[in-house]
């Protein structure tokens, strides 16, 4: 990834967000301003360092806390998708980003409510709806996975007797135990391809139908609800792990080219209609040669062509830090 730099370090200081965007839906509120400093030079990412503890309640009443003093560096957010939003410091998303990235970090509470209370964040920031509904399924799809799971743990008590001897005693004890799951192995061209046009296509879809739609599969159009998001995002994730994701034509469903750079050029789908899945043309040697963001479908004999019609540079990440003059 290459990443440019245009200051070492800055000062930043967020506004407050508003309560919820609509007076009709609360997502939860920040309760402080977030302050800290850019290290530009920080490797391998830069990284923002927290002032303050920075606090958010969600629409739930749980408060959710970043500590002052914590340095984050937005790997909780996919690296290639950076490509799309513009980095995880840019943007009415940054407050979100910091407490999503803490907790992605810590891994304290289960990833479906982090990835979740990301989503509820990012609302209460006044992010668009699809853009938001974007990013929650961008995360829970390729973004870091686990569990907390009961495990009982044998913990040894000892007691010091008389003769220099100790007399010890195991207990078993429950305790709450982080298991981490695997990720997307987006260094293999062929997945991080698919990534790509899977993404491009929620993308242009949410745009649009205005958050109303998520997705075009085989079978149909699937609506977009944060239940919908969060199993399709399961679905996905657990496909592009398989090693014969390339094969699985009919699961990967409605997918796009892609020339665009950024979230802010992606448009939406010809004639601001969602195409539909059976009349979409198959990934072929003769597809190459249309015009560019075109939807496609694969088949057995698209895998020879899939690197020939998506652009990897797509996920070319360029991080632009500017000083904010106060």
Same mark, same amino acid.
């Given at each position: 990834?290459?990443?440019?730099?245009?200051?070492?370090?800055?000062?930043?200081?967020?506004?407050?967000?508003?309560?919820?965007?609509?007076?009709?839906?609360?997502?939860?509120?920040?309760?402080?301003?977030?302050?800290?400093?850019?290290?530009?030079?920080?490797?391998?990412?830069?990284?923002?360092?927290?002032?303050?503890?920075?606090?958010?309640?969600?629409?739930?009443?749980?408060?959710?806390?970043?500590?002052?003093?914590?340095?984050?560096?937005?790997?909780?957010?996919?690296?290639?998708?950076?490509?799309?939003?513009?980095?995880?410091?840019?943007?009415?998303?940054?407050?979100?980003?910091?407490?999503?990235?803490?907790?992605?970090?810590?891994?304290?509470?289960?990833?479906?409510?982090?990835?979740?209370?990301?989503?509820?964040?990012?609302?209460?920031?006044?992010?668009?709806?699809?853009?938001?509904?974007?990013?929650?399924?961008?995360?829970?799809?390729?973004?870091?996975?686990?569990?907390?799971?009961?495990?009982?743990?044998?913990?040894?008590?000892?007691?010091?007797?008389?003769?220099?001897?100790?007399?010890?005693?195991?207990?078993?004890?429950?305790?709450?135990?982080?298991?981490?799951?695997?990720?997307?192995?987006?260094?293999?061209?062929?997945?991080?391809?698919?990534?790509?046009?899977?993404?491009?296509?929620?993308?242009?879809?949410?745009?649009?139908?205005?958050?109303?739609?998520?997705?075009?599969?085989?079978?149909?159009? &699937?609506?977009?609800?944060?239940? +919908?998001? $969060?199993?399709?995002? !399961? @679905?996905?994730?657990?496909? %592009?792990?398989?090693?014969?994701?390339?094969?699985?034509?009919?699961?990967?469903?409605?997918?796009?080219?892609?020339?665009?750079?950024?979230?802010?050029?992606?448009?939406?789908?010809?004639?601001?209609?969602?195409?539909?899945? &059976?009349?979409?043309?198959?990934? +072929?040697? $003769?597809?190459?040669? !249309? @015009?560019?963001?075109?939807? %496609?479908?694969?088949?057995?004999?698209?895998?020879?062509?899939?690197?020939?019609?998506?652009?990897?540079?797509?996920?070319?990440?360029?991080?632009?830090?500017?000083?904010?003059?106060?």
């Amino acid at each position: 990834m290459k990443f440019k730099m245009l200051t070492r370090i800055i000062i930043i200081i967020v506004p407050l967000a508003p309560h919820s965007v609509y007076a009709e839906e609360y997502f939860g509120k920040f309760l402080d301003q977030l302050r800290g400093v850019f290290i530009a030079e920080a490797e391998p990412r830069p990284e923002f360092k927290m002032e303050h503890d920075f606090r958010f309640e969600d629409p739930n009443g749980l408060l959710w806390l970043t500590p002052g003093g914590t340095s984050v560096d937005g790997a909780s957010i996919p690296q290639f998708f950076w490509s799309l939003i513009g980095g995880p410091f840019e943007g009415p998303y940054i407050n979100a980003s910091v407490i999503h990235d803490y907790y992605c970090r810590t891994k304290e509470r289960t990833a479906h409510d982090t990835h979740r209370n990301f989503y509820y964040g990012m609302r209460a920031s006044n992010v668009p709806e699809w853009k938001a509904d974007l990013m929650h399924w961008a995360v829970s799809t390729f973004g870091p996975s686990w569990k907390l799971e009961k495990r009982v743990v044998m913990k040894q008590s000892c007691v010091a007797t008389s003769d220099n001897f100790k007399t010890c005693t195991s207990i078993p004890t429950i305790e709450m135990v982080t298991v981490s799951e695997p990720p997307v192995d987006l260094s293999n061209p062929e997945v991080l391809a698919l990534a790509i046009s899977k993404t491009n296509s929620i993308a242009r879809t949410l745009l649009t139908s205005k958050g109303a739609v998520l997705d075009v599969s085989s079978s149909g159009q &699937v609506n977009s609800t944060l239940a +919908s998001i $969060e199993s399709n995002a !399961a @679905t996905y994730r657990k496909l %592009f792990q398989s090693e014969n994701v390339v094969n699985e034509t009919s699961r990967l469903g409605l997918l796009s080219q892609t020339s665009q750079a950024s979230l802010a050029t992606i448009q939406p789908w010809a004639g601001n209609q969602i195409p539909s899945y &059976v009349q979409a043309d198959y990934l +072929s040697p $003769e597809f190459s040669t !249309a @015009t560019t963001e075109l939807p %496609f479908k694969l088949d057995s004999g698209s895998r020879a062509v899939i690197l020939d019609n998506v652009d990897l540079k797509a996920a070319q990440t360029e991080i632009r830090i500017q000083e904010r003059m106060e």
